[in-house]
């Protein structure tokens, strides 16, 4: 198992390279002059000329490719310039995970929590109108993204109805009721298109599984049906689910910008969008750093419980 | 010699390519349901183009003192915060929004699919690279890039979906190299190049043809992404500019006033749901067909 985990991580090295790159090349290639860029327009020449030196622009490209990359290996990502003044670019970011993690995690639950039970009925009642019912919830919630959803769950339910706090964010330490009433109606919003895809997947993959002989052999052993569904299809059905998740997580990572906005909550994805406004540049390259390797790491994990539900791929 | 060859064969030399075409076509077409789609998309195309026309307001219209009315005789969808008439609207922005995705789509199948097929058919170090650059791309969040690189090339459409195609390339890529692999296998790849035929013509006219379908399939489900993307862009700001009209814009604008009105808001995220909608039943429909395709 560790060997198949050094291997993994070893075959992402030169993918987590060409991702300092990118978020190198990106103030890189801006148009003008960065150091203009990143001083802002009311700098007098003198601030330029200071930037400029601050950041390393009077030097050779190759040698600001090797320092940036230096700066990153030694935990340094750079200070924010305009939205938090001299505040580390990650320290902006490590504040407004949580909000980000809950969102994102709080999404997954109730995607898995609707999907799951939805998938394996359509399976199981493959072909009748349930079936087809439930496909065709999935054809349609497939169609609604975070940011159509989102307005109209909050005109629907909090405006008219004001069954939820319409916008705004708590932290879990202010009680579970009250965090999660804050995060039900984003979470709800970005979930609709992650449902239709996990409920997708484990209806096709249930169906595959239970045409097999061993869950003949289950049944003919006279297991019952929530025995041979729960504890023999569903583990294998979850495993190209659980793929379908990991791909999830960078959904939802989009997903969770747009909803920020619409939400007014202080996640990564509010803070990716005032930076850019801001023109904080080092907050923006951080940011498209910390998501990519966000999603690295998660297909890391997922792989890695490839091997979990399948012992037969630790081999690598 | 070779004079009478190609005098015999040129007559007859169009026909296979023509009848491989139709019956590509004949298979993707083969169900009623995809049928139907794609009848309901050009029908929407054909009202993005000439529904302006067919409303007496312009896109930029004010009627400061008929802000935010129902719906009416005048008004069929009513109008929004500036007064302009919604329905109008409509038309500009689903232009805008068909137009987002065809750019983002191309520059995706651009990038990917030569790069898929030439890293299928050769492999070899050009393949390690390039699936290398994909997994990178795959790796960052489309939403988060185009945010970063609209914030540093400025706003509007073009820049936007330029960096939502180069997130979108690694899907064509991925699909253009499979297919071009085990294509690649066939005898008649064998002789195309015992007989001399130079890597672009065996890619371009014994390799191509095989993805075309599976790139179909693709090309529906990235059209429904990009236009989701332009959106979401336009409803942060970052995407359309006044004065072009964007649904997410549109969005934006209703959501701004949902405690005053809060009808305006549903038009543009219902006509949005519709678009992706089609475009996902659409790349279904083919998929399924490609599917069944082989068997049948």
């Keep these: ?316 | 010699m070779t004079a009478t060859i190609e005098a015999q064969r040129a007559p007859e030399a169009p026909l296979p390519g023509g009848r491989r075409r139709s019956r590509t076509a004949r298979m993707l077409l083969a169900e009623r349901r995809t049928r139907v789609v794609l009848a309901v998309l050009i029908a929407l195309v054909l009202v993005a183009l000439i529904g302006p026309l067919l409303t007496p307001y312009g896109t930029n219209e004010q009627d400061l003192l008929g802000r935010l009315q129902p719906p009416s005789s005048e008004h069929w969808l009513g109008t929004d915060s500036f007064g302009r008439d919604i329905l109008t609207l409509v038309f500009a922005g689903t232009r805008l929004s068909l137009f987002a995705g065809c750019l983002a789509v191309a520059t995706a199948v651009l990038l990917g699919v030569p790069a898929g097929l030439l890293a299928g058919y050769r492999g070899g170090a050009f393949g390690v690279v390039s699936n290398t650059v994909s997994d990178t791309l795959l790796s960052l969040p489309p939403l988060i890039l185009a945010l970063a690189i609209v914030g540093a090339y400025g706003g509007g459409v073009v820049p936007a979906m330029l960096a939502v195609g180069v997130t979108l390339a690694p899907r064509f890529y991925r699909v253009s190299r499979g297919v071009a692999q085990s294509v690649s296998k066939n005898s008649f790849i064998e002789s195309a190049r015992s007989i001399g035929c130079t890597t672009g013509r065996i890619l371009g006219r014994h390799v191509f043809p095989n993805v075309v379908a599976p790139i179909l399939v693709q090309f529906s489900f990235s059209f429904g992404l990009a236009i989701i993307a332009e959106a979401s862009l336009s409803f942060l700001g970052l995407g359309a500019e006044p004065p072009a009209v964007s649904l997410g814009t549109m969005a934006r604008d209703a959501f701004t006033h949902i405690r005053e009105a809060a009808f305006p808001i549903f038009p543009p995220c219902i006509l949005i749901a519709l678009i992706v909608f089609l475009f996902s039943s659409l790349g279904d429909g083919l998929r399924d067909a490609v599917v069944s395709g082989g068997r049948r």
Excluded: C
């Design chain 1, 1 to 316: 198992m560790i060997r198949f985990i050094a291997w993994r991580v070893g075959g992402m090295l030169p993918i987590a390279l060409l991702v300092t790159l990118v978020s190198f090349l990106l103030l890189e290639l801006v148009p003008g002059d960065p150091a203009r860029v990143v001083a802002g327009d009311l700098a007098t020449p003198e601030q330029i000329e200071e930037t400029r030196a601050k950041l390393g622009l009077d030097q050779n490209v190759v040698v600001r490719y090797l320092t940036y990359l230096g700066d990153i290996l030694s935990g340094s990502f750079g200070e924010s310039i305009s939205l938090q003044p001299g505040r580390g670019a990650m320290e902006l970011i490590l504040d407004a995970l949580p909000v980000t993690l809950s969102l994102t995690v709080v999404s997954l639950v109730i995607a898995v929590i609707v999907a799951v039970p939805l998938g394996v009925a359509a399976a199981l009642r493959r072909g009748t109108w349930v079936d087809q019912v439930l496909t065709g919830f999935t054809s349609v919630s497939m169609a609604l993204p975070p940011f159509v959803t989102g307005p109209l769950l909050v005109t629907v339910l909090a405006v008219a109805y004001s069954l939820f706090p319409a916008v705004g964010y708590q932290p879990l330490s202010e009680g579970f009721a009250v965090w999660m009433s804050y995060l039900f109606l984003p979470a709800l919003a970005i979930s609709f298109n992650s449902i239709a895809e996990i409920g997708r997947q484990i209806r096709g993959s249930l169906i595959d599984v239970m045409d097999q002989s061993y869950i003949r052999t289950a049944n003919a052993k006279g297991l019952s049906a929530t025995r041979v569904v729960g504890k023999h299809a569903l583990k294998n059905a979850a495993i190209p689910a659980v793929t379908v998740l990991g791909l999830q997580v960078t959904r939802v990572i989009g997903g969770t910008v747009v909803v920020e906005i619409i939400f007014a909550m202080p996640g990564i994805g509010a803070l990716a969008v005032n930076s850019v406004f801001a023109g904080d540049f080092p907050v923006v390259q951080a940011l498209v750093l910390f998501s990519a390797f966000a999603v690295l790491g998660t297909n890391l994990i997922v792989d890695l419980t490839y091997g979990y539900f399948d012992p037969r791929l630790r081999k690598g």
